[in-house]
């Protein structure tokens, strides 16, 4: 029997630092129904303590969530750890992760504390955590980096308390494969109780080496399981990609010789859920997800693949969830089997007033493309999220004009708390005359970082635009998105919805800070 590989997702957690991918708690909760369904052996929900945002959202998820572990990240110390373990009450399996910073230079200019009191937290932390839960993680924090007899001795600890799995950060992404897979396997070498702990990589990607980095731990290092991220979301350049680290290990099996748990067809619907909620667009090159992973363009690939697949081909795009993108509903669909649709998708809606707003939505859109596809409710029911009563900008309605030679001019009207506004602007473009036009309104000053357009599905001139906005104010960064089939309509959206997360933006402690 072939050993396994443990595959840790933190999407929800560290993929959520990524500036502007913040997500409301029924966001992360969607996004954890698909994880389960993706059956990745551990989700890491959150960080309980760093707002209360970030604790309801890990609470609900450990109380829906029934198959994967779930885990909370908690500084070393006893309150982070109490409020993990206080929000992770409910799981079916939980596990606390504590960490704490071993490199000298986080260590004096960061934490300013001295080695022996980072040795002596770190050693406290995951006894008292041991004492709250059976399955604790310990990561020694910029751990790549960190003097290696000091970090034995803090390992050494940490297992001798209690810590089940042991995980070396490469923090900042400094490492390369051979050294990084060496790393791990002299700390497993010189820890004398390392065989008690499963060992962990958790690799960032500032160099483009996660995924060999993390990989090269595994075959080199010896370790035993894999932290990543869906479409390598996270601060920077991201973390190690799940679908990338999880299909070379299936697909060279022959070299790796790891058991997966991972329903590698459930990795495209997550693809798309995670970027549609993020904002945070996957490049079409991307190995595996982006769009272009499996389309051979060129004609002797095309001729190849024709006679004998194999020739060009080295995963089944099938296989990975690619026929997922099917027509589920259209016009004559009723509410019945649109519930169904939502409850498939793990889109839970708080009240049946919520399921018919969303359900007359769906019946606007159908009027207006004719088949609906999963990634269009999905977008229609962030929308719902968009314009609910509950948000304090919400867009009424939109006209614009432009013709050839003239200048393009907006007329939008929308809500601010309980008033409305209508207001008009001229504009370089007719999204540009829109946003100027809402913004000559609200005054927010905020800086547009990004403006992106995609199409929502492919093949269609019918399908919706997707746009990203990103917009920097005083040091945040929020994403909106918006979905529509009049592009215009979907920029003022998703104006919209980054305006709404500036207005009620969560205050939070930073994982790292
Ligand atoms: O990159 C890192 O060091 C982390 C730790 C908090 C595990 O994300
Ligand atoms: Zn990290």
């Known amino acids: 029997m072939a050993d396994k590989l443990i595959i840790f997702d933190t999407t929800l957690r560290d993929g959520e630092q990524s500036p502007g991918a913040s997500m409301t708690r029924e966001e992360k909760l969607r996004i954890a129904r698909q994880l389960e369904r993706l059956k990745v052996d551990v989700i890491e929900a959150g960080f309980a303590a760093s707002s209360n945002g970030d604790f309801e959202a890990v609470k609900a998820i450990a109380q829906v969530v029934r198959d994967s572990v779930v885990c909370s990240l908690a500084r070393a110390n006893d309150r982070d750890i109490s409020r993990a373990a206080e929000a992770l009450k409910g799981a079916a399996r939980a596990r606390i992760h504590t960490f704490i910073a071993t490199s000298a230079l986080h260590m004096e200019k960061k934490l300013r504390m001295t080695p022996e009191q980072v040795f002596e937290q770190a050693k406290l932390a995951v006894r008292f955590a041991r004492n709250l839960c059976d ?208 409850q498939e998708l793990g889109i839970a809606m708080e009240s049946e007033a919520d399921i018919n707003a969303a359900f007359m939505r769906f019946k606007d859109l159908a009027d207006r493309k004719s088949d609906i596809f999963d990634e269009d409710i999905l977008a229609l029911v962030s929308d719902e999220s968009v314009s609910s009563q509950h948000e304090y900008y919400r867009l009424l309605s939109l006209s614009q004009r432009s013709e050839t030679g003239e200048r393009p001019h907006a007329r939008v009207s929308f809500a601010m708390g309980t008033q409305e506004f209508s207001v008009d602007s001229d504009g370089n473009g007719p999204v540009d005359a829109c946003l100027k036009a809402i913004e000559s309104k609200v005054g927010s000053g905020a800086e547009l970082l990004l403006y992106s357009v995609n199409a929502i599905t492919s093949g269609s001139t019918e399908s919706q635009g997707e746009v990203t906005v990103r917009l920097q104010l005083g040091g945040r960064i929020v994403n909106g998105v918006g979905a529509d089939p009049d592009i215009v309509v979907a920029s003022a959206k998703a104006y919209v919805a980054a305006l709404n997360k500036l207005h009620h933006g969560p205050e939070r402690v930073a994982a790292q800070g």
């Open 135 to 342: 399955d604790v993680e310990f990561s020694p924090e910029d751990g790549y980096r960190s003097d290696i007899d000091f970090l034995c001795r803090v390992l050494e600890t940490a297992i001798r308390e209690g810590a089940t799995t042991i995980n070396i950060p490469d923090t900042v992404g400094y490492a390369v494969p051979e050294l990084y897979g060496g790393f791990i396997a002299t700390l497993r070498e010189r820890v004398p109780n390392s065989d008690k702990a499963v060992w962990s990589v958790h690799c960032h990607n500032d160099l483009g080496l996660a995924v060999a980095n993390s990989l090269a731990g595994v075959k080199i290092g010896g370790a035993r399981q894999i932290e990543c991220t869906i479409n390598g979301l996270g601060e920077r350049a991201g973390n190690c990609a799940l679908e990338e680290v999880v299909m070379a290990v299936r697909t060279r099996r022959d070299y790796f010789g790891l058991e997966l748990g991972v329903d590698a067809s459930q990795i495209v619907p997550a693809s798309r859920m995670v970027s549609q909620t993020t904002g945070f667009v996957v490049q079409p090159n991307k190995a595996v997800v982006g769009a272009n992973a499996f389309a051979h363009a060129s004609g002797i690939h095309q001729d190849g693949v024709l006679k004998a697949r194999d020739t060009y081909e080295i995963m089944r795009a099938e296989d990975v969830g690619w026929s997922a993108n099917r027509i589920v509903l259209g016009k004559l669909s009723g509410r019945n089997a649109f519930k169904q649709r939502l």
